[in-house]
């Protein structure tokens, strides 16, 4: 393939260049970051059932879609709106080959065989939408994907052979083996945290790998690279791929967590959810999407209570998302991330600017900036 | 015209051949064979008609929204909320007043109000920056799709069509020969005909006010390089201001047309915000033609496709976009 070749012969020296700095992986000398992975693993102690699935399994699902997004829009420059509809696309293949409440619909394989089945496709999916998407630039990007996602939306609506309609699949099997129930809480969690954590440092890996970086350079400057003979469309197209795996991974999760599927979830809303969760995390580091995710949970799940409790109309939940988005946008270029590291900046200004991975950080930022002027 | 035929004979021909099926498929009796193999020529008709006056509300809204980007660059996503505010405010007029024409001047007027808000308060301090501009207007469609549930609620609303267009009238086309030899002609409702025919007036309106006056010159050289045109000393933020207007108010009037020819609920303003999307795509950003002739495929696609193929209607459309961005990814009429 030309295209990891390319990359190789191309970007070793910037790349031996980088690795000094970029000291492998940030994340180990980091304690915040051992912290929170310690208080993930042992969340199953503290949180009860409720807690574990509706906030944190389900945080960390939406994490790893938006986390796909956030791959594409941070690294590669194109905002896609077809991540939930390639996530919603392998959950109903999931549905589709395996077994469920629908026999006349599902096929009926083990799970072992549906998953691969349904991650393939959904990867197919994905990267012949982004082979549509890549032929036009910049916030055409959005529009098409919008419509990708939202036909898909519609089609599941019509079609019964396959989709089921407006009703969905019903009751999709979920694993069951070794003498585990792998959906019962406890389980079903660490699944999800495994998934989760797999997906984020293959991500992290794969922005430093020569991959990443040259996917990179053609997010901030497509000709030069194209100049430097870089197959542009090939990098992106590949981008498309491995976000599509990543949401297609999202997607098993998502129908083991509910056990169906239906066209509300494959919605042009929820398409815009996960947009939000991961420009209001911040889309210049993996760890942002999981941030957005989190606080879209919460709010989700409680903001109808405190909403009440404030003698408001419980209902307005999206206003509140939306104003809350609106803000995000308005004030800050890198989501609760961005406002993070500014505050921090401000507590210590002078003192610690001169440390080199702030300035690293910053010089990443400003590129972020000018690729989207 | 002749430079299209010179360049592309092939596709000539084939456009050429279409437009001859088309018209003989049109106005002639179908013999027997035909209506065995794909139905009745008044079923044919009727999805033909109503294609087209469908493509004539998909103009309506896509034409503000290829308007707005081609001058300013802004991909609004949140057109389709315009839209649908225009439809209530239409509805509440009707039904408060009973005046179907003052609904449409209201709304229009209400709904261009909005756009010149969004475009002062918030379009304005954000110039040149696209990404973020189309972030917000994502954020100001749930918003708004939110006040307009809290307003609303989820009903359905139909504004009331007036009595004067009520019923349908018999056109010249002959659908069927009775075995008496009388012919039976085609009937088909008045007010979808007097709207579409609303629309083909508001489009060459258009055409000719951007083709022939100052003003028009004026937004079309600020599609070409707003820079330059800034730099020769006109106020650009005023034209911005207005195209915005117009564009919301063609949203507006489109709202009222929705709600009267189908109906107004939550759900409908992302309805027609793809449907402007796929319309701008298939037909050219920025382009009013583009709009029209993607308008006219997309309504015509979808309403011969849901009677012929009734489960793949919505992927027939999704197909046309395919298709086009394949061959011609600026679309069918831009220019670059």
């Not at chain 1, 199953?44 to 939406?62: K, Q």
């Not at chain 1, 961005?338 to 200004?349: D, E, I, P």
């Not at chain 2, 209400?110 to 808000?117: I, K, M």
């Not at chain 2, 709207?195 to 079309?220: K, P």
Request: proline letters at 3%; glycine letters at 12%; one cysteine or more.
């Amino acid at each position: 393939m030309s295209l990891a070749h390319d990359a190789r012969v191309t970007v070793r020296p910037t790349a031996a260049v980088q690795r000094s700095k970029l000291r492998g992986w940030p994340e180990i000398d980091n304690p915040a970051a051992w912290t929170v992975a310690a208080i993930l693993l042992i969340m199953p102690l503290i949180a009860n059932g409720f807690f574990l699935i509706e906030i944190f399994a389900t945080t960390l699902i939406l994490g790893i879609m938006a986390l796909s997004l956030m791959f594409l829009a941070g690294y590669g420059g194109m905002v896609s709106l077809m991540q939930l509809t390639i996530a919603g696309f392998s959950a109903y293949m999931v549905a589709v080959f395996g077994v469920s409440g629908n026999a006349n619909i599902s096929l009926g394989w083990p799970w072992w065989l549906a998953v691969p089945m349904a991650l393939a496709l959904a990867t197919i999916f994905g990267t012949l939408g982004g082979a549509l998407a890549v032929r036009t630039e910049g916030i055409y990007t959005i529009m098409i994907t919008l419509a990708i996602g939202a036909a898909f939306y519609y089609f599941t609506n019509q079609n019964w052979a396959i989709f089921n309609g407006h009703t969905g699949i019903n009751t999709v099997a979920t694993p069951h083996f070794w003498g585990v129930n792998w959906r019962a809480d406890i389980p079903f969690y660490y699944i999800v945290l495994a998934v989760a954590a797999l997906c984020y440092f293959a991500v992290d890996y794969i922005s430093r790998a020569p991959f990443g970086l040259a996917l990179q350079g053609v997010r901030d400057n497509p000709r030069r690279m194209a100049a430097l003979g870089f197959n542009v469309n090939a990098h992106r197209v590949a981008a498309y791929a491995f976000a599509s795996f990543v949401a297609a991974l999202a997607g098993v999760l998502q129908v083991w967590n509910y056990r169906q599927i239906s066209p509300g979830s494959v919605s042009v809303g929820a398409c815009i959810d996960i947009l939000i969760i991961a420009v209001v995390g911040g889309i210049t580091r993996p760890v942002g999407p999981f941030i957005g995710a989190l606080i879209f949970v919460l709010l989700r799940t409680f903001a109808l209570d405190f909403l009440v409790k404030l003698g408001l109309d419980g209902n307005r939940f999206r206003l509140l998302i939306g104003l809350g988005f609106l803000a995000i946008v308005f004030w800050s270029s890198d989501g609760v991330i961005g406002l993070w590291q500014s505050w921090r900046h401000r507590q210590r200004f002078g003192a610690a600017s001169s440390s080199g991975r702030r300035g690293q950080e910053s010089g990443r930022e400003s590129a972020q900036g000018s690729s989207h002027g | 015209m002749t430079r299209f035929v010179e360049r592309h004979p092939a596709w000539a021909l084939i456009v050429i051949i279409v437009i001859a099926v088309a018209l003989w498929l049109i106005f002639a009796v179908w013999p027997q064979g035909l209506e065995d193999a794909i139905g009745r020529k008044r079923v044919f008709l009727n999805a033909l008609f109503n294609g087209i006056t469908l493509g004539g509300l998909y103009f309506l809204v896509a034409s503000g929204f290829t308007l707005i980007f081609g001058l300013m660059r802004n991909v609004n996503l949140a057109h389709g909320s315009l839209y649908l505010f225009g439809g209530y405010v239409g509805y509440a007029i009707s039904a408060s007043t009973g005046s179907w024409v003052l609904s449409f001047i209201v709304a229009f007027i209400l709904t261009a109000l909005v756009g010149v808000l969004l475009q002062v308060l918030v379009f304005r301090r954000m110039e040149g920056q696209d990404l973020r501009q189309t972030m917000v207007t994502i954020g100001l469609s749930i918003v708004f799709a939110d006040l307009m549930l809290w307003a609303c609620g989820g009903d359905f609303y139909q504004i009331q069509t007036p009595n004067w267009l009520i019923g349908p009238v018999e056109l010249p086309l002959v659908t069927a020969v009775k075995s008496s030899g009388e012919p039976v002609y085609l009937r088909y409702p008045l007010v979808r005909l007097v709207i579409f025919a609303a629309s083909v007036v508001i489009g060459v309106a258009m055409w000719l006010a951007l083709n022939r006056t100052r003003i028009g010159m004026i937004i079309r050289a600020g599609v070409d390089d707003r820079d330059i045109l800034a730099a020769t000393g006109v106020r650009i933020q005023l034209v911005f201001v207005g195209v915005f207007a117009l564009g919301a108010g063609l949203a507006g009037i489109a709202g009222v047309v929705g709600g009267t020819f189908q109906s107004l609920s939550p759900g409908e303003d992302i309805r027609f915000l793809l449907a402007s999307l796929v319309v701008v795509i298939v037909g050219g950003m920025g382009s009013i033609p583009g709009a029209a002739l993607g308008a006219l495929i997309i309504g015509l696609a979808e309403q011969l496709g849901s009677v012929y193929i009734p489960t793949y209607a919505i992927v027939v459309t999704f197909l046309i976009m395919v298709l086009v961005l394949a061959i011609r990814p600026q679309g069918l009429l831009a220019r670059r």
